[in-house]
């Protein structure tokens, strides 16, 4: 993929005329063109500014240049077949590629301002994207969280009570599973602490004698990944971590 990046991007999105040079730096460029270029090289803000110098003729090239890098994310992340738990690998490869573009010396200021579009486009559906993630990934997370509370106060009325579980060690996570855990985890707390039904409130089973059950079952129902090697250890707890 990341040649794949680099071949379309250089060749065209941003043209033959805008490959690799050795000679790149804005000291020879016209003050325009280094003004656009630092624009280019910032990272996009939510909503891409047009540089004031891409008016006219130059406006259009810069729009071409923002729907050209926004549509190359969307075909890449199609292309990862869309999987959340490869956000963060994705992101770092896009990155690297784009930020490895370079102008030769004396670009028109058309070209620049294609140039700056496209590294606006690329960011802005980046910062699309991992909103769109982050948000899915923590609604989800409230959804199992929300489950996971009923399910433990429902048996918990209906038992009196429920005995210690094994605790699970949870493996390492990135952009969707931080928000998967921190969302299902700050649900569960809250949806059980507040949860009564025809047999009384769960808030007693969350608490005093039963607090260490009700943190189990909390750690184990909103784990995202386990670890990549689950190891059974002495005494009750699988996976090694004690409380």
């Known amino acids: 993929m990341l040649a794949l990046f680099t071949t379309v991007v250089g060749s065209t999105l941003l043209g033959p005329s805008l490959s690799a040079s050795s000679d790149h730096s ?55 077949n869309e999987d959340f738990d490869m956000l963060d690998q994705f992101q770092n490869v896009i990155i690297d590629n784009i930020e490895r573009l370079t102008l030769p010396a004396g670009a028109s200021e058309a070209l620049v301002c294609r140039y700056t579009g496209t590294v606006d486009g690329v960011y802005d559906e980046l910062d699309a994207l991992y909103e769109e993630v982050a948000n899915q990934c923590f609604m989800d997370g409230e959804m199992i969280g929300a489950m996971a509370a009923e399910v433990y106060c429902e048996l918990s009325l209906a038992l009196g009570g429920l005995a210690s579980a094994d605790r699970f060690l949870r493996g390492p996570v990135y952009t969707c599973g931080v928000n998967f855990e921190i969302a ?32 189990d079952t909390r750690n184990n129902q909103c784990i995202y990944e386990p670890p990549p090697t689950p190891a059974t250890v002495p005494g009750d707890r699988l996976w090694g971590e004690g409380r």
């Open 26 to 80: 804005p000291s020879n460029a016209s003050p325009l063109v280094s003004s656009l270029l630092g624009a280019g090289v910032a990272h996009a803000q939510a909503v891409p500014v047009v540089p004031p110098g891409c008016t006219g003729r130059n406006l259009r090239f810069y729009q071409r240049g923002l729907e050209q890098g926004r549509g190359l994310v969307r075909a890449a992340w199609a292309g990862v």
């Open 184 to 215: 299902c985890d700050s649900k569960f707390m809250g949806a059980s602490r507040s949860f009564t039904n025809a047999l009384g409130a769960c808030l007693p089973y969350t608490q005093g004698t039963f607090a260490h059950v009700w943190d």
